[in-house]
């Protein structure tokens, strides 16, 4: 499950991880401009992913039980979401 809503925190009891995936701003920016999505694209778009990298991301770093750097691999980043499920049950 992804995604990011204003009350999400009010149902992290209900999950046994919460994982945040994060990488730099550069990266986040640098992925934008090539994918299908248009978002991100223009120098609005831009400014927002900035504004929320600062303002959004601390907060949804404190809720998380843990981060896991969106630069690894996708088969890595699998591997570790299935032994943190492995680790909860």
């Known amino acids: 499950m992804s995604g990011t809503v204003e009350n999400q925190g009010r149902f992290y009891d209900r ?3 919460v994982v945040l ?3 730099p701003l550069e990266v986040l920016l640098q992925r934008v401009t ?3 999505n248009p978002y991100g ?3 609005e ?3 927002d992913i900035a504004e929320y990298v600062r303002t959004v991301e601390p907060l949804l770093r404190l809720g ?3 981060e896991l ?3 690894r691999e996708l ?3 699998a591997d570790a979401i299935e032994m943190l499920v492995r680790e909860t049950h």
Do not use: K, M, N, V
Request: glycine share 4%; no cysteine.
């Open 15 to 17: 999950f046994h991880q």
């Open 21 to 23: 995936l994060s990488a």
């Open 34 to 36: 090539h994918r299908i």
């Open 41 to 43: 694209r223009t120098p």
């Open 45 to 47: 778009h831009r400014a």
């Open 64 to 66: 998380a039980t843990t």
């Open 69 to 71: 750097d969106g630069r």
């Open 75 to 77: 088969s890595e980043l």
